[in-house]
């Protein structure tokens, strides 16, 4: 299951920033994720919980935010919703040689909101 090594690695990255403010625990962590990112969000939260035992991310709250997947055609400029399962035709020149995904693969944290922290953590950590 995919959704274990993302959770894993989650925990672990917020877990390595705690330490520079001192802040012992964590209450909530957001993720950004794209709809083309291949994420289960049920799969995603039943790992966290279990990748956050006995870390000072124990009990925390892991809140996603969905990103639609939406894409440019080069040709003549059409932006559109990509969907699932992906559509990359352009829907006003029908032509698919010349699209750039504009969103729909994040995978990243988004904030982390931390508990008693001596001194405050920077929003990037």
Known sequence: MHEMSIAMAVVDQVAEAAPAGAARSVSRVELEIGELA???PDA???????ACTATPLEDAELVTHHVPARARCARCTGEWAVGM????????????????????????????VWDDALE???EEA
């Open 38 to 40: 291949g994420v289960v």
């Open 44 to 50: 995603l939260a039943f790992s966290f919980e279990l």
């Open 85 to 112: 399962p992906p559509d990359l035709t352009c829907p006003r020149c029908a032509k698919a040689t010349a699209v750039e995904l504009l969103s729909g693969r994040e995978l990243r944290i988004l904030r982390v």
């Open 120 to 122: 405050p953590i920077p």
